[in-house]
T-cell receptor, first 113, second 112 residues
Framework: GAVVSQHPSWVICKSGTSVKIECRSL??????MFWYRQFPKQSLMLMAT?????????EQGVEKDKFLINHASLTLSTLTVTSAHPEDSSFYIC?????????FGPGTRLTVT | GDSVTQMEGPVTLSEEAFLTINCTYT??????LFWYVQYPGEGLQLLLK?????DKGSNKGFEATYRKETTSFHLEKGSVQVSDSAVYFC???????????FGQGTRLTINP
């Protein structure tokens, strides 16, 4: 099956700083990737759809200036949490679907202190 | 709109018990249906899928049948193991769309 990786797997940062999370498709090209956020003991919330070479599409209620998405190549999408605050602490997961099946990255746990 | 409803958890069973996690959906199109599993601290893994009515997806002893008449895709396993403890998500994908719609997840704990 297709492999999606994320880096880092966990990160701790101070309030007010920015954090970048990478999502890579290792054995396929992905023109579209998805970013999800998962709160403890809750389901996944789709944040945005990342489109290679164009602007991301954000879901309603997600601040695009807060969560910057860049999809600069067919194998890499990045999510930057700008001016992070403790309420941004969460588990962030990316996915891609080379066929009619989505493959998920292992997730990145962000803790903002 | 499209939505998925799962039985609320948490679900706690003893090892070798029979498992059913209910999942029903509403969809404007003709969806493919999925079950994903999330082990503690990890991302989601596809457990099984079905792409059309009456299809049965199966993997690792788990099964689910796509029932169009009842708009359901219930997950079953005849004899659960401690290693099956995880959160299970039912999801749908509309043909031609790319976004998955997830249920709220069901946390399963299996006691030895």
């Amino acid at each position: 099956g297709a492999v999606v990786s994320q880096h880092p797997s966990w990160v701790i940062c101070k309030s007010g700083t920015s954090v970048k999370i990478e999502c890579r498709s290792l054995d396929f090209q992905a023109t579209t990737m998805f970013w999800y956020r998962q709160f403890p003991k809750q389901s996944l919330m789709l944040m945005a759809t990342s489109n290679e070479g164009s602007k991301a599409t954000y879901e309603q209620g997600v601040e695009k200036d807060k969560f910057l998405i860049n999809h600069a190549s067919l194998t890499l999408s990045t999510l930057t949490v700008t001016s992070a605050h403790p309420e941004d602490s969460s588990f962030y997961i990316c996915s891609a679907n080379p066929r009619e099946e989505q493959y998920f990255g292992p997730g990145t746990r962000l803790t903002v202190t | 709109g499209d939505s998925v409803t799962q039985m609320e958890g948490p679900v706690t069973l003893s090892e070798e018990a029979f498992l059913t996690i209910n999942c029903t959906y509403t969809a404007t199109g003709y969806p493919s249906l999925f079950w994903y599993v999330q082990y503690p601290g990890e991302g989601l893994q596809l457990l099984l899928k079905a792409t059309k009515a009456d299809d049965k997806g199966s993997n690792k002893g788990f099964e689910a049948t796509y029932r169009k008449e009842t708009t359901s895709f219930h997950l079953e396993k005849g004899s659960v193991q401690v290693s099956d403890s995880a959160v299970y998500f039912c999801a749908l994908l509309i043909r031609g769309a790319q976004k998955l719609v997830f249920g709220q997840g069901t946390r399963l704990t299996i006691n030895p």
